[in-house]
């Protein structure tokens, strides 16, 4: 199956800084991503869809401003969290799929923890 | 709007034996895709298994199959030979096949103990 790389995998910041996720597809062409964000024993919950090159398209009561997210290439997306506070706090996953294919290869994660 | 949902928040089998995960999907459309993922306690979230709406065929893969009832709108996950490397998380998803943004709508998720 396609490979979809996340980093970092662990990140500790404090609060009111921002952090950046970066989601990559190692060996396919990922013309849209996926951002979720999954909290303890819970499905994952889409944060935002983004196509190469455009905006991101954000779920109802995502903050835009505050969950960055630019997908300037087709091998690379990222998420910056800013002002991060405590609540932020969370396991976040991307997806990547080659558009027209049916499915969606997920990285393997980033643990944020705000303090 | 469609809706997935899985019934079984645990279920535990014994080491080698068979396991039968639920899901129940509700959609109007008639071309669609669903899935199984399985996440690990590392969190990685891996396809286990798809199948097309539009083929008659059950998928397999491997120790994996799926019963797909359309009519029913049922999509269940069989693991043959349970081995302890299959406890995990397991996710039923769908696809509409008509949705340009490729979202899929998930299932809560049913937690798989396997009893050595």
């Known amino acids: 199956g396609a490979v979809v790389s996340q980093h970092p995998s662990w990140v500790i910041c404090k609060s009111g800084t921002s952090v950046k996720i970066e989601c990559r597809s190692l060996d396919f062409q990922a013309t849209t991503m996926f951002w979720y964000r999954q909290f303890p024993k819970q499905s994952l919950m889409l944060m935002a869809t983004?196509?190469?090159?455009?905006?991101?398209?954000?779920e109802q009561g995502v903050e835009k401003d505050k969950f960055l997210i630019n997908h300037a290439s087709l091998t690379l997306s990222t998420l910056t969290v800013t002002s991060a506070h405590p609540e932020d706090s969370s396991f976040y996953i991307c997806?990547?799929?080659?558009?027209?294919?049916?499915?969606?290869?997920f990285g393997p994660g980033t643990r944020l923890l705000v303090l | 709007a469609q809706t997935v949902t899985q019934s079984q928040p645990e279920m535990s089998v014994q080491e080698a034996e068979t396991v039968t995960l639920s899901c129940t999907y509700d959609?109007?459309?008639?071309?669609?895709?669903l899935f199984w993922y399985k996440q690990p306690p590392s969190r990685q979230m891996i396809l286990v298994i798809r199948q097309e709406a539009y083929k008659q065929q059950n998928a397999t893969e491997n120790r994996f199959s799926v019963n797909f009832q359309k009519a029913a709108k049922s999509f269940s996950l069989k693991i043959s030979d349970s081995q302890l490397g299959d406890a995990a998380m397991y996710f039923c998803?769908?696809?509409?096949?008509?949705?340009?943004?490729?979202?899929?709508?998930w299932g809560a998720g049913t937690k798989l103990i396997i009893k050595p």
């Open positions: 997806s990547g799929t080659q558009g027209w294919a049916e499915t969606q290869y």
């Open positions: 983004s196509n190469e090159g455009s905006k991101a398209t954000y």
């Open positions: 959609t109007s459309e008639s071309d669609y895709y």
């Open positions: 998803a769908y696809r509409s096949a008509g949705d340009s943004n490729y979202q899929l709508i």
